[in-house]
């Protein structure tokens, strides 16, 4: 079966940056039904986005190339080192767009706390509930 770029996209954010499909599509700009259809073939991946994932991602050329060309990722080159660099760039950009909010401001590092002292369940309890409560306050401001 021959993959898309879209699914060769999801393989590499699934197995290799270990990220959200929600995360990809916030870093990318795009809505996450969208981020969905790329993924799923059911929409062309647009071409003028590629630079972007390969800044964001750091995503070595001879990988992005095996993408666009549906070659298969593990036939590549062995991710272990790249996999490492690749995740520790993505995580030190994140940090640095969003560290400062983490440390200004007070209520948002005690929820990071509090969710920290929490077991692996009742922690993806919590930040269910948050999400679903950040998409209550969505439908109510309307964003």
């Given at each position: 079966m021959k993959m898309s770029?879209?699914?060769?996209?999801?393989?590499?954010?699934?197995?290799?940056?270990?990220?959200?499909?929600?995360?990809?599509?916030?870093?990318?700009?795009?809505?996450?039904?969208?981020?969905?259809?790329?993924?799923?073939?059911?929409r062309v991946f647009p071409i003028y986005l590629v630079p972007l994932i390969k800044e964001i991602y750091n995503i070595p050329?001879?990988?992005?190339?095996?993408?666009?060309?549906?070659?298969?990722?593990?036939?590549?080159?062995?991710?272990?080192?790249?996999t490492l660099d690749s995740?520790?760039?993505?995580?030190?950009?994140?940090?640095?767009?969003?560290?400062?909010?983490?440390?200004n401001e007070p209520l948002l590092k005690e929820f990071i706390l509090r969710a920290n002292s929490l077991d692996h369940e009742n922690r993806q309890l919590l930040l269910s509930g948050m999400l679903n409560l950040m998409q209550l306050f969505d439908n109510q401001t309307g964003k």
């Open positions: 770029f879209g699914t060769q996209l999801r393989e590499y954010r699934d197995e290799y940056l270990h990220i959200s499909q929600k995360q990809m599509a916030e870093d990318l700009g795009v809505d996450g039904a969208t981020m969905s259809r790329y993924e799923s073939s059911e050329d001879d990988v992005l190339l095996a993408m666009i060309l549906d070659k298969p990722l593990k036939t590549v080159r062995s991710f272990s080192n790249q995740t520790a760039t993505y995580k030190n950009g994140f940090l640095a767009q969003y560290g400062s909010l983490i440390e």
